[in-house]
């Protein structure tokens, strides 16, 4: 369990560094199918102040 914990921080980390076309699709997707999309653009815009090309990822879903 702490492997796979120890793991997904990694990852986790190594994604804020590696910050790719990927990693925000992969983000913007999960967060719409925990919120659904219009509550996921509001959450992701009030968040980070996310710029057009993010908001248009999340809108393409």
């Known amino acids: ?3 796979a914990s ?3 921080w990694n990852f986790l980390i190594a994604g804020t560094y590696v910050y790719n076309q990927l990693n925000v699709t ?3 997707t ?5 919120f659904g999309r219009v ?6 815009a009030e968040y ?3 710029d057009c090309a ?8």
């Open 1 to 3: 369990m702490l492997n």
């Open 6 to 8: 120890t793991s997904f």
């Open 26 to 28: 992969l983000v913007c």
């Open 30 to 34: 999960l967060a719409i199918q925990k």
């Open 39 to 44: 509550e996921a653009i509001r959450r992701f």
């Open 48 to 50: 980070r102040g996310y």
């Open 54 to 61: 993010h908001m248009h990822v999340l809108q393409s879903q």
